[in-house]
Nanobody, 126 residues
Framework: QVQLVESGGGLVQAGGSTRLSCAAS????????MGWFRQALAKEREFVGT????????YYADSVKGRFTISRDNAKNTVFLRMNFLKSEDTAVYYC???????????????????WGQGTQVTVSS
């Protein structure tokens, strides 16, 4: 069974940092572009960032650019989201997602990802 499991969420103070992990199982995701999305209460899910499989090229939403960093460890089938200088508006459930194998380039649209994790809550207290 193909599965993504996020971890590392919790309560963080504004201005602080935390790192989310997304562990994949059921297939190798080394050839999949991976993405992070988030959904705040009563809001639509929004794109956070993505990392391509071919060259680890990254692309971020303007709201997190310069504060968040995505990386991947293909040997461990794991993707990370490092979040620095957190703001209250970063409070949300964070989801990782995997794109179809060998899809070239970054992917920003949620509809183009075919495997999703269950999400992990990040709450930033001010």
């Amino acid at each position: 069974q193909v599965q993504l499991v996020e971890s590392g969420g919790g309560l963080v103070q504004a201005g602080g940092s935390t790192r989310l992990s997304c562990a994949a199982s059921g297939r190798s995701f080394s050839s999949s572009t991976m993405g992070w999305f988030r959904q705040a209460l009563a809001k639509e899910r929004e794109f956070v960032g993505t990392i391509s499989w071919s060259d680890s090229n990254t692309y971020y939403a303007d709201s997190v650019k310069g504060r968040f960093t995505i990386s991947r460890d293909n040997a461990k089938n794991t993707v990370f989201l490092r979040m620095n200088f957190l703001k209250s508006e970063d409070t949300a459930v964070y989801y990782c997602a995997a794109g179809p194998p060998y899809r070239v380039g970054v992917i920003t649209a949620a509809s183009e990802y075919d495997v999703w994790g269950q999400g992990t809550q990040v709450t930033v207290s001010s």
